[in-house]
């Protein structure tokens, strides 16, 4: 009997043992499979290979939309840098309601740099494609291209000093005083501080650090400790600042008038990383206002919108949307993003990937890389994951941005408006 029990003990080993490689594999050459969907060229033509080719065809069709349109206001915010980048500027193209003002719907990009690359891209299909004659009679378009240039420029999420811009959107200085209570369980596991080396142990064995981790404390509750945003690591990744980044004090001042001008308006923040791969995910912040949660459902009717009643939602401090909202005088505000997946990090597995990339390019980011070999990879998978070059993936984001950003145009003309007295700008 005892023989028996310890060959048996052995063979659950061993089993374990082959269980844990097969996951170790799927880890290190995790690669989500892609939309069964035929490369398109002409969906393909809006992307760019970076910040300055994408903002010289934005201005190049912001010369396109002048010349047809009344009314057309433009601005560029310059964004200095004190490593030397050169020609970086937040772009704003404003196209006003050529016969009656109802409605102005925000399209932003870039919020997260390395992410401006298809949010370019959506900006300048709907440029070219979606502002219309029609489309425009009551209903203005306000375009803010590239929030974060210089992380656009530079492949990277945050900005130079490394802000994460979707922590930071704050109304007051509270929102800097933000206690993330999580934040220390994770900081060793997610902030290094060493020479990023994809051959140093703590990443060889992430994945089951983390695994750890999510069995002694739950998903959520580590999603939320790491996503949520945090103020006291100023080198940590998702850090919002101490306060508001001089961009976004250099934006208020130039959007207020435009949304007062209208007694609804509508931002769609565009991103890119989380969730399905090759799906279009619609996202808000829980909305506090009956009114705001009755207005998303009727932009989006037909369409699924996550309000944060998955196992896998998490909520932010300090938010774009949100806070482009909140420089209006009155009226009617709806907040939403756009979020097209590329890991799969709805999954355990891809969450924890998405991770790992973001944990070891923020390390070399901060504290060097060990290698020019390990530089080359951890940036190459960054890259990949918020700007994929496959070209399935690109055609898919182009078609269903189409398709919801045609349905929101027609249906934001469905929601209900508060009395108001909108300003001329």
Do not use: C
Request: overall charge neutral.
């Amino acid at each position: 009997m005892l023989l028996w029990l310890w060959r048996l003990a052995l063979v659950l080993l061993l089993l374990g043992l082959a269980a844990a490689a097969v996951t170790q594999w799927r880890f290190t050459h995790y690669a989500p499979a892609d939309p069964a969907v035929a490369p398109d060229a002409a969906a393909l033509a809006y992307f760019k290979e970076d910040y300055a080719a994408s903002r010289a065809d934005f201005l190049v069709r912001g010369d396109a939309l002048t010349a047809r349109f009344a009314g057309v206001q433009r601005f560029a915010v310059p964004v200095a840098a004190r490593d030397g980048t050169v020609g970086l500027f937040v772009d704003g193209l404003y196209v006003p309601a050529q016969h009656e003002r109802k409605r102005l719907l925000v399209l932003s990009s870039a919020v997260h740099g390395v992410e401006g690359g298809t949010g370019s891209a959506v900006q300048r299909m709907a440029m070219q494609e979606l502002l219309t004659p029609e489309a425009l009679a009551d209903t203005g378009v306000l375009l803010l291209h590239a929030m974060n240039p210089w992380g656009f420029a530079r492949s990277r999420r945050f900005t130079e000093g490394n802000v994460d811009l979707n922590r930071n959107a704050g109304t007051s200085p509270a929102l800097y005083r933000t206690v993330n209570s999580g934040y220390p369980l994770v900081d060793p596991l997610i902030n290094p501080a060493a020479p990023a080396s994809l051959g140093d142990w703590q990443h060889r064995l992430f994945l089951w650090r983390s695994i750890a981790m999510i069995a002694q404390h739950g998903m959520p509750v580590l999603r939320q400790a790491v996503l949520q945003g945090q103020y006291s690591v100023p080198k940590g990744i998702y850090y919002g600042g101490q306060a508001l980044e001089p961009q976004l004090a250099a934006l208020a001042p130039l959007i207020k008038p435009l949304l007062d001008a209208y007694p609804l308006s509508m931002t769609i923040d565009l991103h890119t990383g989380y969730g399905a791969r090759g799906v279009l995910h619609v996202f808000p912040n829980p909305p506090e206002q009956p009114a705001v949660k009755q207005g998303l459902e009727t932009v989006f009717a037909g369409y699924p919108i996550n309000w944060g009643s998955g196992k896998d939602f998490y909520t932010v401090t300090g938010d774009v949307t949100g806070w482009i909202g909140s420089l209006r005088s009155g009226g009617l505000h709806l907040p939403a993003v756009f979020e097209f997946g590329t890991l799969d990090s709805q999954t355990t597995l891809g969450s924890v990937k998405s991770l790992h990339i973001t944990v070891l390019e923020n390390q070399g980011f901060q504290h060097g890389w060990a290698s020019p070999e390990d530089e080359a990879a951890i940036q190459r998978d960054y890259r990949e994951m918020f700007y994929p070059s496959s070209p399935a993936l690109r055609t898919q984001v182009i078609h269903d941005s189409r398709a919801l950003l045609q349905r929101v145009l027609v249906q934001l003309a469905q929601v209900t408006t508060p009395p108001a007295s909108p300003q001329r700008p």
